[in-house]
């Protein structure tokens, strides 16, 4: 029996339980959205810019572990979701994006709205350096086999969006329901690689034997929903745990052994331990560049002092960063299963470390301590350390937060205790400005019995205020906490710190502070807002949003105070060059940090 091509797409998507498709049209696509009208288990999410769709597919990605799908138009279409499959791609989240194209007839002829430079027919390409696989479908018959593979593609080894490049012609052409009964007749759910037994042991037995072990975690391990079997070892062998950004949550941050966040947000406590262990094992890290101080020597990491073992799903991530003493390509949560099983065969005991605990928690209770004048403080505009203690106090523990660029990720990464997986959200590679007010629309239709919120700067906020009319028009209550300092305030505090001055990095109109009302631009929207007048109102502000079950924006003026770091990266010694450090490596004893300097 033949049947049109976009009503078995739906088909298709339906039976693989997907609920939403995020897109916007164009005229590429609208046999796409016939199609989707008729369907009652599918629905569309329109939005007003392509990014705002991307981003909020990474969100529900994030969210429920499966792949989203993004609908797009071609040309601008394209190219407007581009920020936000690059960044899902950086964070490694599993997506497939349906782009439709010119007619498969036109190629060469540069039709409507068709990137043609250099090529014919091979716009679809500039999506090849971020996404796993672009392919583009040429013969009708193969589109089914094309579709099942971007998904498995999607969804398997490190996850990441794929690219499906449909001419539109293609969406409306009939082909027999044999091609699509054909790839029904597999599973779609792929064995991931475990560790070989050997291997366990030999990491075990290292592990047991050091004497100043660390777990580094990064946000491998909440993609591989392992962080029981992390905590099931770490409590075993009292092994303490560094972590990356991207790495909260994978252990609480109240756990007596979770040190808290290497790198440029760290702090000297940490970096010490870490660049003075013998042994470390990396989980699901990439031993990126502002966790690991640039990669400088002695700062956060030490190769000349430390053994390295690296477990991660992508065999292209093993001895990036730093050279390994065991490599291993597996699934985290397999992994620890058997790692934690080696070391209970060689040590039935286990490990207690009450001094490191000990140390460990007076180091935290000094932490907290140096924070509570400042997060206390009822000046006005607020502290964004007084907002962040604020939100902390009324936000329920299962609550997700997405967080955006600036001190909602930096500080929050920093001082914000998260003690549950899967409930912050941060744009870790990519840093996208943008991601956390659009990325909470897909979070809370991925969980809509949780509280889901966005702490969120000024600048990211405006860079597409949109997402308010899509939060309307599907009744999606989220709360947006605008972090309002006037500026892109990280960058801003950068130049400052370096060139003494902070141009092309504030809002002003003749040397006034400058920003929309961004209540009053909500309520345009249809949507509530409010703008707290001092700190003492936030709070009460903040628990009205957060139970009102609809869209609601609070504007938080707030002082443009950088996050406070005891941390390096190589940022500022190549803006303020220091004698110790050339070309981007660190000769002799530490490089000097600027202070109070951080940037997005």
């Known amino acids: 029996m033949n049947k049109i091509i976009s009503e078995q797409l739906v088909d298709y998507l339906e039976k693989r339980d997907t609920k939403y498709v995020f897109g916007l049209c164009g005229h590429t696509v609208i046999e796409m959205l016939d199609a989707l009208e008729k369907s009652e288990q599918l629905k569309y999410i329109s939005v007003r810019h392509e990014q705002i769709a991307s ?130 007749k597999g599973s779609v759910n792929i064995i991931k690689p475990s560790l070989e037994e050997n291997t366990a042991k030999e990491i075990a037995k290292t592990l047991i034997e050091a004497k100043r072990p660390i777990i580094h975690v990064g946000g491998g391990i909440v993609l591989a929903n392992a962080s029981k079997e992390l905590e099931d070892l770490v409590n075993f062998l009292n092994i303490p745990v560094s972590r990356t950004l991207m790495g909260q949550g994978a252990l609480s941050d109240k756990h007596p052994l979770m040190l808290g966040m290497t790198g440029f947000w760290g702090t000297n406590f940490i970096n010490e331990k870490t660049s003075n262990a013998d042994v470390i094992l990396g989980l699901g890290t990439r031993f990126a560049e502002a966790d690991s101080s640039s990669w400088y020597k002695g700062v956060t990491f030490n190769e000349d002092k430390t053994k390295f073992i690296q477990i991660d799903i992508d065999p292209a991530e093993i001895g990036r960063n730093y050279p390994v003493e065991i490599g291993a390509i597996a699934d985290l949560k397999v992994a620890l299963i058997a790692i934690l099983k080696a070391a209970k065969e060689l040590k039935p005991e286990g490990i207690k470390r009450p001094e490191l605990i000990e140390e460990i928690k007076l180091y935290k209770r000094s932490f907290k301590k140096s924070n509570e004048s400042i997060e206390n403080d009822n000046r006005f505009p607020m502290t964004p350390q007084r907002i962040l203690k604020d939100v902390r106090e009324v936000l329920p523990e299962d609550a997700v937060i997405c967080t955006d660029v600036g001190w909602n990720k930096n500080g929050v990464g920093q001082q914000f205790d998260i003690t549950e997986p899967g409930t912050i959200i941060h744009p870790g590679g990519l840093a996208t400005m943008g991601f956390g007010s659009a990325a909470i629309l897909g979070v809370k239709l991925a969980k809509p019995d949780k509280k889901v919120i966005t702490l969120i700067g000024d600048g990211g906020f405006g860079t597409n205020p949109s997402v308010l009319a899509t939060a309307k028009e599907y009744n999606i209550p989220v709360v947006w906490v605008v972090m309002n300092n006037y500026a892109f305030g990280t960058i801003a505090g950068l130049e400052g710190a370096h060139y003494k001055h902070n141009f092309g990095t504030v809002f002003k109109i003749d040397g006034h502070p400058y920003n929309p009302e961004w209540a009053d631009v909500a309520k345009a929207y249809g949507i509530k807002g409010k703008k707290v007048s001092s700190a003492e109102e936030f709070k009460e502000a903040f628990e009205e949003a957060l139970n009102s079950d609809e869209p609601y924006l609070i504007d938080v003026p707030m002082e443009n105070i950088p996050v406070p770091t005891e941390g390096i990266w190589n940022i500022n010694d190549i803006y303020t060059p220091k004698e110790n450090v050339k070309d981007g490596v660190l000769i002799s004893g530490k490089a000097e940090r600027s202070d109070h300097v951080s940037t997005n």
Do not use: W
């Open 55 to 184: 981003t909020a597919a990474d969100g529900y990605a994030r969210a429920t572990g499966k792949a989203s799908v993004v609908l797009c138009h071609l040309g601008p279409g394209l190219t407007n979701a581009t920020t936000g499959v690059a960044n899902a791609s950086l964070d490694s989240i599993p997506m497939v994006v349906i782009a439709g194209d010119v007619p498969s007839y036109y190629y060469g002829k540069h039709p409507h709205q068709e990137i043609n430079m250099h090529a014919d027919g091979s716009q679809y390409e500039i999506y090849k350096p971020f996404v796993k696989r672009a392919f583009r479908v040429d013969t009708p018959e193969l589109f089914p086999e094309i579709l099942d593979r971007a998904f498995r593609l999607a969804e398997s080894g490190r996850p990441g969006p794929v690219l499906i490049s449909v001419p539109m012609d293609m969406f409306s052409r009939k082909i027999d329901t044999r091609f699509f009964e054909r790839i029904y």
